[in-house]
């Protein structure tokens, strides 16, 4: 998505050296929290290497809500855009280099660049037909076809994130998706 973004700078001459002054560049190691559950977030992320989880707790369990890798932004986007306290726990699961625009840049280079806000808007009409297609597999696929879903289309999960983070996105146990990759 962030390379979608800068293509789409590039495309409508928009110059890339001062669009890129508003952005933040960072190198975290692994279990970096960027975002704690329950702060307000004032930070987008664009992930240039490495890969983030988002999660909640709940009743004491970490739920890993999502994964995110190279090329892909990722904020607590309900508390972004309304200054409200997040619902998300945002961590890397790897060393990781991200650039992070705060919410005052953000808007402002919404302002200044309309067009910039239709990418910003297809990076989240992406995230939420995302959301949209994990919330109807949680209902209707069993914990073996999430997995094989997860194995056809998402093998950078399978290659780069520990098991019982992947066990926690399936919604099952650590010893359950070993069963189910036994039986594979």
């Not at 001062?18 to 307000?40: N, P, Q, V, Y």
């Not at 990076?123 to 999430?146: C, G, M, V, W």
Request: net charge positive.
């Amino acid at each position: 998505m962030l390379d979608q973004l800068i293509d789409k700078i590039k495309k409508d001459n928009i110059n890339w050296a001062k669009f890129k002054d508003f952005f933040t560049e960072r190198e975290i190691a692994s279990k970096t929290i960027l975002l704690h559950e329950g702060e307000i977030s004032n930070r987008l992320y664009f992930i240039k290497k490495g890969c983030l989880r988002m999660w909640f707790n709940k009743n004491g369990k970490d739920i890993t809500f999502q994964f995110f890798f190279e090329g892909q932004a990722v904020a607590s986007i309900d508390s972004l855009l309304s200054n409200q306290p997040g619902m998300f726990t945002i961590e890397s699961i790897e060393p990781s280099v991200i650039l992070s625009i705060s919410r005052e840049n953000f808007e402002y280079l919404q302002q200044v660049y309309p067009e910039l806000k239709n990418g910003f808007q297809e990076i989240l009409f992406q995230r939420f037909r995302n959301y949209a297609h994990l919330f109807l597999s949680r209902i209707k696929d069993t914990p073996r076809e999430r997995y094989k879903d997860l194995v056809n289309n998402h093998p950078e999960i399978i290659k780069r994130v520990p098991q019982h983070y992947i066990a926690s996105y399936l919604g099952i146990t650590p010893v359950s998706l070993s069963r189910i990759r036994n039986k594979r």
